[in-house]
Nanobody, 124 residues
Framework: QVSLEESGGGSVRPGESLILRCEGFGPAFSNSSVAWFRRGAGKEREFVARIGWSGRTSNYADDVKGRFIISRNNDENTVSLQMNSLAPEDTDIYYC?????????????????WGQGIRVAVSS
């Protein structure tokens, strides 16, 4: 069992940066892959970035590659998403999710545990 809590959202101007943090609770968290999704416009939440349990592997959506960096600290049970060069189209609700399988999953339907979501707003 894993529970997740996001923090760090807020309002920024275009070009600025923001760090989202996901804190995990439960013994399975350190062995889980963790991903960030955002609500998006479609029915399914939109993949943003993922990091494996060890922190050695990561994946990014094309539209955030080179701007966002995902990292984790298993001593603190946290996963961070450094978001740089933010643009208005990054405005959304961002969710942290955990997957206890060993498979690389980039779809929201494959994640079992979710945080409540946190708002990011980018506007001038």
């Amino acid at each position: 069992q894993v529970s997740l809590e996001e923090s760090g959202g807020g309002s920024v101007r275009p070009g600025e940066s923001l760090i989202l943090r996901c804190e995990g609770f439960g013994p399975a968290f350190s062995n889980s892959s963790v991903a960030w999704f955002r609500r998006g416009a479609g029915k399914e939440r939109e993949f943003v970035a993922r990091i494996g349990w060890s922190g050695r592997t990561s994946n990014y959506a094309d539209d955030v590659k080179g701007r966002f960096i995902i990292s984790r600290n298993n001593d603190e049970n946290t996963v961070s998403l450094q978001m740089n060069s933010l643009a208005p189209e990054d405005t959304d609700i961002y969710y942290c999710a955990a997957d206890t399988s060993s498979v690389i999953h980039l779809s929201a339907r494959d994640y079992d545990y979710w945080g409540q979501g946190i708002r990011v707003a980018v506007s001038s």
